[in-house]
């Protein structure tokens, strides 16, 4: 649909504004139903126009009046926004216009949560709020005048002047205007300061309900420890006097870098140790740097137009990223990250959804905020990172902020700043921006005369308008250990340019074993058959603890594709391997929970349909119990060592030492509950002090079916509590039985507390349900029905989070031929729907194909 649809905008399709802006003046008079926004811009023409009319975006908005140099004009509707006659030098455009945040259910523009006003405009929602030429291309410097009878009125940028009823906010930095943001509300302040190296005072503040205050420690000390690894790590410093963070409840992504005044989605900044769990803690902290980061990477140089989303988001994920390694584990991080990587980027490249780090067309841009984008657009930057090594990313980095600071920039930009530094020709590598789809790299071995040849091909299957694929750059990192398991060939990065290469190895005394795509240098898929010996070998021998890792995966994901496909048993291979993991105390804990983590059932969903197989997702279930069973059994012993020895002693601390170890002991409780019929997490479940082993201990009480008593006193214990909450009702959705899933969503559907219209509360109940696999996939198609019902009520209330929901379905053709007809049915019923949002429809057009 996308293709065809008269409402795509194409990359090519880019030309400048007509004008520039020199200047931005904004007063709001709030009121629930009619705020009144009086703007005075200051427009000249822009000398690399290419002409045509002047046209200013705005969508819902009531024009009052507006007026040119003083005199009133009546514009033109036009689609989007309005068109005007406008003198042919500089002018000033005045108007009035009138927006009811109260009804904003969408939450883009200006909108009410629990009272308080707040914005989203990233990345069309300014049009909402008043005329404006809403492209990130224009930068201006805003000032900002608020009204309204609340005690906190905030803008971006450094506070000027107040009085009772009334703030006003200046931002030095010319931005464009999804970046800018407001605040009002009966909101208290958990405050700090810090120092810049320069020596720069600045009031650091997060703003919250006062029931929350107590929550916000954590994330206030996350974001010094970013303020100081940017300056430290890439040199840059904070540019403002102030750097304020909101919590706001109802928000549909995780939170938004605007300059200066961030907002949160609650969920992604308030924590404390009886209501957050270690993951939740670590996601605070990554979310946290991110926003900050982007005061750089997005903020001070930002994107010329949304195809190059990427330029802000994947280097902004990638800068989170080695933050976060820094500040824990390396070898844990990167792990998680390639998990997270293949469950929903190489899920999407997959699907009818995959496209490229870069799109080159678009219908609503709110649907590109993908993983492709987001996370793979990192993993672009990390290959590039390899190849010219740290001291040439170094110098390319600080060429781009020099030379793009204050600029609007494109991947070409970026790319030039690392040719320029280094020297090297990018032009192949620029593929990995425009080509959609997983590489796959093929592996053959030969050994003759003391050399180790290695044969690698290359290729990337056809995806949605790309069914050729040229040869990429791919960066392999290789290491060779001997038979007795001593590193011979320590890591060298081998640089696939061709369909296939051969990379020579000489000297060697014996056939080595090869440890290829060390920590994940790729994003790609490593065909390679290998024994289980082989790959046991590399699990308890490989130096790289990526790589060590992934031995164990790959063995335990063929272990379960025998035991789906042939009816095979577990293998004690794999059970003698992980129980030598599991009780090797040189390893992080951490470490050996990750290693006592079985592949997910969509991981071996999509695996199978990768080689020619249609998964059955109840027999995928199946196989994962009967497994974990035989775990717990012939580690019985180990495992209820591990959790006695790992339990952590004195107040809860969030760091990653004592997480490594609540992770460990949760995996071991996971397991022990299928033996002990839950007697220790019953007793964890009472005794536990913080939500990690309180949520734990009711998962697994969930996970054998004797939940029902705690599940009552969780409620009753945190029924105040809106996040905590979620996890209630997420951890049921995602934990019922197979068969009885949809049945039981339904129940919580009918639940007081089910307030759908909060996109976390939604998110729990109906991600939980996507997220269970065996669940979502029930023969009877009462999963897919329900879903659909829910985003069709959902959709005119909130598209983008309807839109986001949708992508449960892009996996829909690996499915056999009545899950698919009954997936089509809910699909068409859907897209059948009146009125259907531009989000929503883009997206099931482009599922359906
Ligand atoms: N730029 C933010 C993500 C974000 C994108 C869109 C939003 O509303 C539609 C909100 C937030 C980030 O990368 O964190
Ligand atoms: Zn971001």
């Known amino acids: 649909m996308s293709l065809d649809d008269p409402r795509t905008i194409h990359l090519a399709d880019y030309t400048p504004f007509t004008h520039v802006v020199e200047q931005v003046h904004l007063t709001f008079r709030l009121a629930p139903g009619a705020t009144r926004v009086i703007s005075k811009i200051a427009f000249a023409p822009n000398p690399d126009s290419k002409g045509g009319a002047f046209f200013l975006h705005g969508e819902d908005l009531k024009l009052i009046h507006a007026r040119i140099d003083g005199e009133s004009v009546i514009p033109n509707a036009a689609e989007g926004g309005i068109t005007c006659d406008v003198p042919e030098g500089p002018f000033t455009w005045e108007a009035e216009v009138e927006i009811s945040p109260q009804t904003n259910t969408a939450l883009e523009g200006l909108y009410m949560s ?105 994330g206030m000390d996350a974001l010094k420890r970013s303020m100081k690894w940017d300056e430290e790590v890439y040199g840059r410093e904070y540019d403002l006097d102030i750097f304020n963070i909101v919590a706001v409840d109802d928000f549909n992504m995780g939170a938004m870098e605007n300059k200066g005044l961030n907002i949160f989605n609650s969920s992604a900044v308030l924590a404390s140790p009886e209501t957050a769990t270690d993951a939740n803690f670590e996601r605070i902290e990554s979310i946290i740097a991110h926003e900050y980061f ?142 959609a789809g997983t590489p796959r790299i093929a592996v ?15 290729s990337t299957p056809p995806t949605p308008g790309q069914p050729d694929k040229e040869p990429l750059v791919i960066p392999v990192a290789v290491g060779l250990l001997s038979p007795n398991g001593d590193e011979v060939v320590p890591t060298r990065v081998l640089e696939l340019t061709e369909a296939e290469q051969s ?51 790959a063995l335990a994901k ?84 591990l959790y006695d020895d790992m339990a952590v002693h004195g107040p809860y601390r969030p760091d990653a030492g004592d997480a490594g170890q609540r992770a460990l002991r949760q995996a071991a409780l996971g397991f022990l509950s299928l033996l002990d019929g839950g007697v220790r997490a019953q007793s964890q479940y009472e005794t536990a002090d913080n939500m990690t082993e309180q949520l734990g201990a009711l998962a697994c009480l969930l996970d054998i079916g004797k939940a029902e008593t705690a599940l009552a006193a969780f409620r009753h214990q945190w029924q105040e509590d809106r996040l905590v909450m979620d996890k209630w009702f997420g951890l049921q959705s995602g934990l019922a039985a197979p068969a009885k899933a949809a049945a039981a969503v339904h129940r919580l559907t009918e639940d007081p507390g089910f307030d759908w219209k909060n996109p976390n509360r939604f998110r729990a109940v109906m991600g939980g349900l996507a997220m269970n696999a065996a669940g979502f996939h029930d023969p009877s198609g009462a999963s897919y029905a329900l879903l659909t019902d829910w985003l069709i009520l959902l959709d005119p209330v909130n598209p983008q989070t309807t839109a986001r929901m949708l992508t449960a379905f892009e996996t829909w053709k690996h499915y056999d031929a009545d899950r698919q007809g009954l997936i089509r049915e809910n699909l068409e019923r859907l897209a059948a729907t009146p009125g259907l949002s531009r989000d929503s429809s883009e997206m099931v057009g482009r599922i359906l194909g």
């Open 444 to 458: 053959q071995e030969s050994f003759d005369n003391g050399t180790y040849t290695l044969t690698l091909s290359q």
């Open 114 to 218: 629990n009272g308080m006003y707040c914005t989203q405009c990233e990345a069309e929602g300014f049009r909402k709020i008043t005329f404006y030429p809403d492209r990130p291309d224009v930068m201006a410097p805003f000032d900002v005048r608020i009204e309204g009878e609340l005690p906190v009125l905030l803008s971006n940028g450094n506070p000027a002047a107040r009085g009772d009823g009334w703030a006003e906010w200046s931002d030095p930095w010319p931005k464009p205007a999804y970046l800018f943001a407001l605040v009002a509300g009966d909101l208290v302040n958990h405050p700090d300061r810090f120092t810049t190296r320069s020596g720069r005072d600045v009031e650091l503040n997060i703003w919250v309900r006062e029931p929350d205050l107590g929550k916000c420690a954590f």
């Open 503 to 553: 990379f020579t190895f000489d000297g060697l005394s014996a056939k080595p074993v090869a440890s290829i795509l060390r920590s994940f240098s790729a994003p790609v898929v490593l065909e390679r058959d290998q024994s289980a010996s082989e790959r046991a070998f590399l699990l308890a021998h490989d130096t790289d603890p990526f790589n060590k890792w992934e031995a164990g995966r």
């Open 294 to 435: 982007h005061n750089w990477t997005g903020n001070r140089i930002t994107c010329r137009d949304w195809f190059q989303l990427c330029l802000k988001e994947g280097l902004t994920v990638f800068r989170d990223q080695q933050f976060s390694g820094d500040e824990r584990s390396h070898a844990v991080q990167r792990i998680n990250d390639v998990l997270a990587l293949r469950a929903r980027q190489f899920r999407e490249d997959n699907g009818p959804l995959a496209h490229p780090v870069r799109p080159e067309s678009f219908v609503e841009i709110n649907n590109f905020y993908t993983a492709t984008v987001y996370e793979k657009g990192a993993e672009v930057i990390g290959m590039l990172k390899r190849l010219v090594g740290d001291e040439g990313y170094s110098k390319a980095l600080d060429l781009y902020f020099s030379r793009h600071d204050g600029d609007a920039a494109t991947i070409e930009d970026w790319l030039k700043v690392f040719e320029d530094a280094t020297g090297r020709d990018l032009s192949q590598f620029k593929r990995w921006y425009s080509q």
């Open 558 to 641: 063929d272990v379960l594709i025998r035991m789906i496909t042939e009816g095979a048993a577990p293998d004690p291979a794999l059970l003698t391997a992980l129980e030598n993991v599991a009780r090797d105390e040189t390893l992080d804990p951490a470490f050996r929970a990750l290693a006592l983590g079985l592949p997910g059932q969509d991981d071996l969903a999509q695996t199978l349909y990768q080689s020619g197989r249609t998964p059955d997702p109840l027999a995928i279930y199946d196989a994962v119990q009967q497994l974990r069973k035989a775990i717990a059994e012939q580690l019985g012993t180990t495992l209820s060592d």
